[in-house]
């Protein structure tokens, strides 16, 4: 199935169905390929840097705006939630109004949030434009595919898909060791500040280079009941997820909500085969490749931010280094993914997905595989080969399950598939810390009271128990003030052995996924609407 594609050269967003379908109408720079993926790709860069900046900010909002432990949760949560519940209705509005001003709307709006974060004076506040960066960020983050897809034809949409994957890797991981900087030299503030200058280039370029494509075909109207349906599924579903570790996960609030969310995605397929233009049309789904891809994604997201999210309390807590530093042990992650990410395209562009996806998750298995042997003095050069291992591994399906995606759907539905590629991952990475952290929590509660016992500590009460373990399952050793040094040493010592078995159960549990996925993977092909976009004459 291809799309017919018209393209408003003035970028106004206005009737874009009088203006010829022809890449060559494009004048100047505006919507040359390879500038617009520049743009893209700085605004991207905001929002995948502040999905781990924030995290080395939060012991210094916490300190200066007198804020709880539960706060500085829902300094994480407020945004996560806002972002995974609208990426799929951010996506048709993109493809409803056109992806080039959806794109320009979310940069200047997720700016201006970071902007009044920087300004608050109360952690009320910070939350609150938390959740209005989430809304913002939905909005780009399809859009800047939907600008790809529609921009880039098809022998060169891997290779900028890769481009695009690379910054989002880069930003992810190197957003630790930027927040370390900014935290330890300047402020917490400067954390959010940063995206101003970033936004504002972004708009700039974006005014400049973006061209508006429009398919002919898109949607005219809004399936809103099955905007509130959807949204109320995923909130329920990320609500129970994000709860879960602290609840319980025999809890019954979390089943209820749980159950909530089966049952309003149930009414919303229901709703879906009977509304003239819905949401996301189930067909999409007959695509076995574009639903590998969507699980792929999912499996991807489990092991890899679910694994991931156990490193960092195991080089902060168990190893002693900050939060730079710390960073910087993650270099070899990020410089894989970088190095990988476009020869990726490149070989996906040439042999097709199945075989690099399969290889990219075997390698991620046997990179989680690595990080389950790692000990309290595991030395350098071995961290650094599982991590750069595991950027290896990540690149490949990085790009080649957005393309999967991307690729698979109509050209008219590409802000929605792009939607669903960046919520299958956000969904994914929840389920992977919450699953993983209940596997680490067992783990750590069946193992630690033997262990206290064995190195002959004084025994704990039961309450006593369980603020102990809640500091192992952290990387931290529950030493009290004024303890003897032996005895320090001895509980330092006990705590970092069973924080280490919990985080090897759960990199196994990671590495059982990933190989799930290689399976997985060998249902997916090359996008049979990759080649339904606007080749720009500029290539």
């Not at 320009?104 to 700016?111: E, P």
């Not at 590629?421 to 699953?435: C, D, F, K, N």
């Amino acid at each position: 199935m291809t799309s017919q594609t018209t393209i408003d050269t003035t970028g106004s967003g206005g009737d874009a169905s009088a203006v010829p379908s022809d890449a060559t109408s494009a004048k100047g720079m505006r919507g040359h390929p390879w500038l617009t993926l520049i743009t893209v790709a700085v605004g991207v860069m905001m929002v995948a840097l502040d999905g781990t900046i924030v995290a080395i900010a939060n012991p210094a909002i916490g300190e200066d705006l007198k804020a709880s432990w539960s706060d500085l949760q829902w300094i994480t949560n407020a945004y996560f939630l806002a972002l995974a519940v609208s990426l799929i209705t951010a996506g048709k509005l993109g493809d409803r109004f056109g992806h080039r001003q959806t794109f320009l709307i979310g940069v200047a709006g997720f700016a201006a949030s970071s902007a009044a974060i920087g300004l608050s004076q109360g952690i009320t506040m910070v939350i609150v434009f938390r959740v209005f960066q989430g809304l913002f960020g939905a909005l780009l983050m399809p859009a800047a595919l939907g600008l790809l897809r529609a921009t880039f034809p098809a022998e060169k949409l891997n290779m900028a898909i890769g481009i695009w994957g690379m910054v989002i890797g880069a930003s992810t991981a190197g957003g630790p060791i930027l927040g370390g900087v900014l935290v330890e030299h300047v402020n917490w503030q400067s954390v959010f500040f940063i995206n101003v200058p970033v936004g504002v280039l972004a708009v700039a370029l974006g005014v400049w280079i973006l061209l508006d494509h429009r398919a002919e075909n898109a949607p005219r109207s809004f399936d809103l009941l099955g905007i509130a349906l959807l949204s109320a599924a995923v909130f329920c579903l990320v609500w129970a997820i994000i709860k879960a570790p602290e609840w319980g996960w025999g809890d019954t609030g979390v089943w209820a909500f749980i159950i909530a969310s089966l049952a309003s995605f149930g009414f919303f397929a229901y709703w879906e085969t009977k509304v003239k233009e819905p949401l996301i049309p189930l067909g999409l789904f007959r695509s076995v490749p574009l639903s590998a891809g969507v699980v792929l994604m999912v499996l991807m997201a489990i092991s890899f931010m679910g694994g991931l999210f156990f490193v960092t309390f195991y080089l902060q807590g168990v190893r002693g280094l900050g939060p730079v530093d710390a960073g910087l042990r993650l270099l070899p992650l990020t410089g894989m993914m970088i190095v990988g990410s476009p020869l990726a395209g490149a070989m996906i562009t040439k042999v097709g997905p199945r075989i690099p996806l399969a290889g990219g998750m075997a390698l991620t298995a046997l990179a989680m595989y690595g990080m389950s042997t790692l000990d309290t003095h595991t030395g350098s050069g071995v961290m650094s080969l599982w991590f750069a291992l595991l950027g290896l591994g990540l690149a490949p399906v990085m790009v080649g399950a957005t393309e999967v995606i991307v690729g698979n759907a109509p050209l008219e539905l590409s802000g929605v598939a792009g939607g669903l590629q960046q919520s299958a991952m956000q969904v994914g990475g929840s389920l992977g810390t919450a699953v993983l952290g209940a596997v680490m929590a067992s783990k750590v509660d069946n193992d630690l009271p033997g262990n206290w016992t064995d190195a002959g500590l004084p025994p704990l009460a039961p309450e006593q128990l369980e603020g102990a373990a809640t500091a192992v399952q952290k990387g931290g050793a529950p030493v009290p003030p004024g303890t003897p040094e032996a005895i320090a040493t001895k509980i330092t010592d006990v705590a970092h052995d069973t924080f280490i078995s919990g985080m090897s159960a759960a990199s196994l549990v990671a590495a059982g996924v990933a190989v799930v996925a290689v399976l997985v993977a060998f249902l997916t092909k090359r996008g049979e609407n990759a080649g339904a976009g606007v080749g720009a004459a500029h290539i």
